[in-house]
């Protein structure tokens, strides 16, 4: 005797429900809608913590250029240091959700590494702007470090959504 005649008839779906190969096809676009949603609320709130550092950069960097004679490559040192700890934590904490998953270090250790990158890049930027429009403003130079700073924090973003990201859920 056979077993497959044994075996139960099989059912039609449930009006209005999809046929078996069809959940099947839906439920990976699904997944995939899902995590390309999360990945766009991380990146929005990557730029949010990047231009709340952004802007505690620009405060210390005018302040101390209308408060000091600093040259303006120094002032951008010290708001880069402020402005560093500044965006990192936020990263850490409200970027990735990683202050309970990752250490302290990693999240301030890969920002201040893109931070020195960014220290670099931006200062030579500055010095290049100062001396190819002399008397520039310290606005306009402030432009030119935050566009260089902005491709710098693109390339942080991808380093650290892989270094910060939290653990996959059971």
């Given at each position: 005797m056979h077993t497959d005649l044994l075996a139960p008839a099989p059912t039609a779906p449930a009006a209005g429900a999809p046929a078996p190969a069809a959940a099947a096809r839906t439920a990976v676009p699904a997944a995939a809608r899902r995590r390309r949603s999360a990945e766009v609320w991380t990146l929005g709130r990557f730029v949010v913590a990047g231009a709340t550092g952004n802007g505690a950069h620009a405060v210390v960097f005018l302040v101390l250029g209308a408060a000091t004679a600093l040259p303006a490559a120094v002032g951008n040192v010290l708001a880069t240091v402020v402005s560093t700890l500044v965006a990192n934590e936020l990263h850490r904490r409200f970027t990735f959700r990683a202050a309970g998953?990752?250490?302290w270090s990693t999240g301030?250790?890969?920002g201040g590494a893109a931070a020195v990158a960014g220290l670099v890049?931006?200062?030579l930027a500055l010095t290049g702007w100062h001396r190819l429009v002399p008397g520039a403003s310290d606005?306009?130079?402030l432009v030119v470090v935050h566009?260089?700073?902005a491709l710098v924090g693109a390339s942080n973003f991808l380093v650290l959504r892989v270094a910060l990201r939290a653990p996959a859920r059971a």
């Amino acid at each position: 005797m056979h077993t497959d005649l044994l075996a139960p008839a099989p059912t039609a779906p449930a009006a209005g429900a999809p046929a078996p190969a069809a959940a099947a096809r839906t439920a990976v676009p699904a997944a995939a809608r899902r995590r390309r949603s999360a990945e766009v609320w991380t990146l929005g709130r990557f730029v949010v913590a990047g231009a709340t550092g952004n802007g505690a950069h620009a405060v210390v960097f005018l302040v101390l250029g209308a408060a000091t004679a600093l040259p303006a490559a120094v002032g951008n040192v010290l708001a880069t240091v402020v402005s560093t700890l500044v965006a990192n934590e936020l990263h850490r904490r409200f970027t990735f959700r990683a202050a309970g998953s990752s250490a302290w270090s990693t999240g301030h250790g890969i920002g201040g590494a893109a931070a020195v990158a960014g220290l670099v890049l931006s200062t030579l930027a500055l010095t290049g702007w100062h001396r190819l429009v002399p008397g520039a403003s310290d606005l306009s130079g402030l432009v030119v470090v935050h566009v260089v700073t902005a491709l710098v924090g693109a390339s942080n973003f991808l380093v650290l959504r892989v270094a910060l990201r939290a653990p996959a859920r059971a």
